[in-house]
């Protein structure tokens, strides 16, 4: 009688793959330059929106759409930074 095809075949044993000897670790900057870039920038849409219409003369009132940019601009950083932290 034949052999049937599975018999005929050496049988595969596992070998798991290399492991990392150090996990990657992130500067120790990056934690607190994201915090400090998403509270600026909380910090200033909420101080724009606050005391912006009230300062007549102001930095503030000079540039109405740019400080939402750089609010924002502020927070995009803050979750850059949040990708780069292990």
Do not use: C
Request: net charge positive; proline share 10%; glycine share 6%.
């Amino acid at each position: 009688m034949p052999k049937s095809r599975s018999d005929r075949k050496k049988k595969a044993v596992y070998t798991p793959p290399p492991t990392a000897t150090k996990p990657k670790v992130s500067p120790r900057w990056v934690a607190p330059a994201m915090i400090a870039f998403g509270v600026l920038g909380i910090l200033w849409i909420g101080v724009y929106y606050i005391v912006g219409n009230f300062v007549p003369v102001s930095f503030l009132e000079n540039q109405p759409n740019w400080n939402l940019a750089i609010g924002f601009s502020g927070l995009i950083i803050s979750v850059i930074l949040s990708t780069r932290w292990h």
